[in-house]
């Protein structure tokens, strides 16, 4: 599209028009009385299907977005950054491209990542910790943050792809409640049922869980919207005052022209403005570089016109936490938000003690999907796969195969390609952990049923495995197994990371049974007899609705439970951030930052990204090849003193206005407001002209 077409383009909205206005100048973009974000999806890079495109197609596409929306304040990739069913050595190769092709490519926006099912799906590690160090996130992949005065959500569905557990859940009630007076929008992988078209694939591309979700969002008329991935077309549904949006495809599967008129045929991604009269979307093609109303597609693009609460003076808030807190487990918070304030740190008990997921079985066992209908018991594993089962009232009917025993396992427990290990991510558990298994069931006849469990390491090390059968304890409605981790291991693992696998064999005839529950409870093991306790940054939290003031400006901190036996849901919110980290972990000073380590090993050239919240007439955005230094600003200087660098360091300075001096480094080109350097010594000083103090 052409420069004077694109800027013509306008949004419309009853309030008022919206005009876009290419390449805009960054101090501009934060005076603005609105925001303005872009999301883009599905890049499935390392897919071989016919309508995968080629790389240089996907920075084609980024090319477009960068070149014709300029300065955009937030960025979103709503997951599926590399395709699931390829092995270890092209899943390294994605990483790299994702993150220097086309995350990278936003270093002046928020950037923020909600993962997909592929990379969630299956890995050699634990894929969920991969996730969150491709995404900089500070302790879960579920999170949420404040800009101008609007809240914005990560929501991914972490245990299965049609699934948003309890565990997010748990937490993203508390979030919503705390937010309540603020416009919310929601940034998920999959759809809700009865928004976007889903081909009634209710195996996979709509949350078995829907229901729930809507009774929690519809309690709060502040939630305007709902993003996500996951189906490819591009589509806007306007519903319950809210827009549902399906964000395209700059990758991967192509839908069908059968599905209806959704762009097909195009990368691009969705475009939206917030002000304080509402929220406008418009779905973007990189292929045409134009919007799809332009195209003839007006259905794509829509508003919603209501006051927001839109405040440009507003600072930006992180917040992050964990939904499922128990045991003796330690969890690792990463610095990428940078604040001289305190953190607000609330626990709740949660009200269901069951760590399990869909330990009632309310979800259906009957799917569909592309291929054809499927059996499927949420959160569970069916072995041998000739034992027929089914949703009935009360529970799941069974009919076992022959007169043979069959197996339950909890969590799902399958390799792809031999050594990708599916949602290897719970349950974890710390050393000494004890649980109650409760399993409860009708049979006409008499039934054994035993359990066996092992313990991984994130590497999918077998460190434990319990010897022998072990019978339960038959109460009046329900058999328990005691279940405790060892306190040492047969296997040292390589860290404080170790998943609890669970098999329940039961020994039957061809009776039916109708098993009516499984609960995974954690229990009581006191160590030195001391109560339960929870500490971050070696200071002890209280419980209850009590918030809690902790100084989290070290790069990380742990996260220690103590014989956590009620689940609990820990709540952070850091107020006031000043910088955005990518890739590395940091911490604030008062003249600057530090940036302390890579939180990956992904990039060949490793990038770190630095954003301000605010303006900043001048800054280092970017380091290139330089892991770990000390960034200090003055009046009209910025002294970087670099304490690691690989071969070819370099960094790019944003600047309003043109440095007149430098030490350290040599000028290699300037783009706009961004001036590329080549680093020559570990002290470089940048001296600005007197217009920038």
């Known amino acids: 599209m052409k420069r004077r077409k694109f800027i013509q383009t ?97 270093p002046s926006a928020l950037f923020h990542y909600i993962p997909g099912n592929h990379e969630l799906g299956s890995g050699l590690k634990d894929a969920e910790l991969t996730a969150c160090q491709l995404g900089s996130f500070a302790l879960r992949p579920y999170y949420s943050f404040d800009y101008k005065g609007i809240h914005f959500i990560s929501l991914p569905e972490l245990q299965d792809t049609i699934l ?9 009630k508390v979030d919503l409640e705390l937010n309540k007076d603020k416009t919310t929008l929601i940034f998920s992988h999959n759809s809700l049922n009865g928004t976007t078209f889903n081909d009634n694939a209710t195996g996979y591309r709509v949350l078995v869980n829907s229901d729930q979700i809507f009774n929690i969002i519809n309690k709060h008329n502040n939630v305007i919207a709902w993003f996500h991935g996951h189906n490819h ?47 406008t979307v418009k779905c973007f093609s990189t292929t045409e570089n134009d919007f799809f109303e332009n195209l003839g597609n007006s259905h794509l693009s829509n ?38 304030t305190s953190s607000q740190v609330s626990i709740l008990n949660n009200p269901v003690r069951a760590i399990n997921a869909n330990h009632d079985f309310i979800y259906n066992t009957e799917y569909k999907i592309n291929k054809g209908n499927i059996n499927k018991l949420i959160g569970y594993q069916i072995n041998p796969k000739s034992v027929n089962y089914n949703k ?20 799902i427990e399958s390799y792809r390609l031999g050594n990708l290990l599916s949602r290897s991510g719970y349950y974890r558990c ?13 049979s006409d006849k008499k039934m054994d049923i035993e359990t066996q469990y092992k313990v991984l390491d994130k590497n999918h ?78 200071q002890n939290l209280e419980y209850s609705h009590i918030t809690n003031r902790i100084n989290l400006y070290r790069e990380s901190e742990q996260i220690k439970l103590q014989n956590i036996t009620t689940p609990k849901t820990l709540y952070i919110k850091t107020p006031n951030i000043e910088w955005q980290v990518r890739n590395a972990t940091a911490t604030i000073t008062d003249s600057g930052l530090i940036v302390h380590q ?96």
């Open 461 to 538: 090390t077998k460190c434990y495995q319990s010897k022998e059968w072990v019978t339960g304890k038959i109460l009046t409605d329900s058999t328990v197994f005691d279940i405790t981790v060892p306190k040492q291991l047969a296997i040292e693992p390589e860290d404080r990371e170790l998943y609890l696998f669970i098999k329940i064999r039961f020994n039957t005839n061809l009776s039916p049974i109708l098993l009516k529950s499984i609960h995974l409870y954690p229990e009581e093991n006191k160590i030195n007899n001391e109560e339960e306790r929870i500490s971050i940054a070696e």
């Open 10 to 106: 306008t949004i419309a909205t009853v309030a008022a028009p919206l005009i876009l206005t290419n390449c805009q100048d960054r101090t501009t973009n934060f005076l603005n009385k609105k925001i303005k974000g872009f999301i883009f999806s599905d890049a499935h890079i390392g897919y071989n299907g016919k309508d995968q495109p080629s790389k240089k197609a996907q920075q084609n596409a980024i090319e477009s977005i960068v070149n014709n929306f300029g300065e955009l304040d937030l960025v979103f990739d709503t997951g599926d950054i590399h395709h699931g069913n390829i092995p270890e050595k092209m899943r390294i190769q994605a990483r790299d491209f994702w993150l220097t092709e086309m995350a990278g490519k936003f």
């Open 598 to 693: 890579m939180r990956h090993q992904f990039q060949k050239r490793s990038q770190i990204i630095v954003t301000p919240t605010t303006h900043k007439p001048f800054y280092v955005n970017e380091l290139l090849n330089i892991t770990s230094c000390q960034i200090s600003y003055t009046n009209n200087e910025i002294l970087i003193q670099i304490f690691e660098r690989k071969p070819s360091a370099s960094l790019i300075i944003f600047a309003d206005e043109a440095p007149i001096k430098l030490d350290g480094a040599e000028l290699l080109r300037t783009a706009k407001k961004q001036y590329f350097y080549n680093v020559t010594k570990d002290k470089v000083i940048l001296s600005l002209t007197s217009n920038n103090s």
């Open 303 to 340: 508003q919603i016109s209501r006051q927001t609460s839109l405040n440009t003076d507003s600072m930006v808030n992180y917040y992050c936490g964990h939904g499922m807190l128990h045991g003796n487990i330690t969890h690792n918070f990463h610095n990428h938000y940078l604040s001289q």
């Open 164 to 172: 948003i557990n309890q565990e997010t859940l748990n937490w993203l």
């Open 233 to 279: 077309q591009y589509e806007i549904v306007k519903k319950h005052q809210r827009l549902y949006v399906s964000n395209g495809r700059i990758g991967g599967y192509n839908p069908p022209k059968s599905w209806g008129n959704f762009g097909q045929g195009h990368l691009g991604g969705v475009y939206f403005e917030i002000d304080s009269n509402g929220l």
């Open 430 to 442: 710390g050393l000494g952990d004890k649980y109650q298994l409760s399993v409860q069931f009708d």
């Open 392 to 411: 009935v009232n009360g529970g799941i009917q069974i009919t076992p195969a022959k007169n043979q025993p069959f197996y339950i396992k909890l969590p």
